[in-house]
């Protein structure tokens, strides 16, 4: 059973680059699809969007000018980058297994709150 | 990408059976079968309960049941138990992106 965890700052200043890491343990990132959503507090999930076991990505068009995410095959790790934040990007994250073939998040972390303020 | 319609609130008593709908358009839920059902209790993440609208992963309690119909999915726990209390989420392909429900709160009463 894969077991994803993501890390990363959790406070970020307005403006600034939201930078966290996913580490998979359990599986390989060389298969299968990882992708990451976010959940504002006491509100619903969005998909930001995911990346392909190849590297092939696609995000959620509402996002996709300031997202980034990317693949680290040598650390087992897959990334997330979303640039010139503001308080309404105030979210828990989280990281999560794809399965491509049924659009299904099969496996999550467990979630990291990042806070945009000055 | 508007988000799917769910209804904020459902509740039945133990035992008893409780439905949650998820309505879109016919570019996501009534275009593709691919509808997930995911159930998140408070400080968790969620957890995938159903995919390609019927089918359960392992693990998952067959009270625990999808349909569609249209452009509306559908949730339906039979045999409610304290445990089941807890926030859904339905999701939808929509065209090489994916898309969320409202979320619905389930209590049992």
């Known amino acids: 059973q894969v077991q994803l965890q993501e890390s990363g700052p959790g406070l970020v200043k307005p403006s600034e680059t939201l930078s966290l890491t996913c580490t998979v343990s359990g599986g390989s990132i060389s298969s299968h699809y990882w992708t990451w959503i976010r959940q504002p507090p006491g509100k619903g999930l969005e998909w930001i969007g995911y990346i392909s076991y190849s590297g092939s990505t696609n995000y959620n068009p509402s996002l996709k000018s300031r997202v980034t995410v990317s693949l680290d095959t040598s650390k087992n790790q897959f990334s997330l980058k979303l640039s010139s934040v503001t308080a309404a990007d105030t979210a828990v994250y989280y990281c999560a297994k794809f399965s491509g073939p049924s659009w299904a998040l099969l496996s999550w972390g467990q979630g990291t709150l990042v806070t945009v303020s000055s | 990408q508007s988000a799917l319609t769910q209804p904020p609130s459902a509740s039945g008593s133990p035992g008893q059976s409780v439905t949650i709908s998820c309505t879109g358009t016919?570019?996501?839920?009534?275009?593709?079968?691919?509808v997930s059902w995911y159930q998140q209790h408070p400080g968790k993440a969620p957890k995938l309960m159903i995919y390609e609208v019927t089918k359960r992963p392992s693990g998952v309690p067959d009270r625990f049941s999808g349909s569609k119909s249209g452009n509306t999915a559908s949730l339906t726990v039979s045999g409610l138990q304290a445990e089941d209390e807890a926030d859904y989420y339905c999701s939808s392909y929509a065209g090489s992106t994916e898309v969320f429900g409202t979320g619905t709160k389930v209590t049992v009463l």
């Open positions: 016919s570019s996501d839920v009534g275009g593709y079968n691919y």
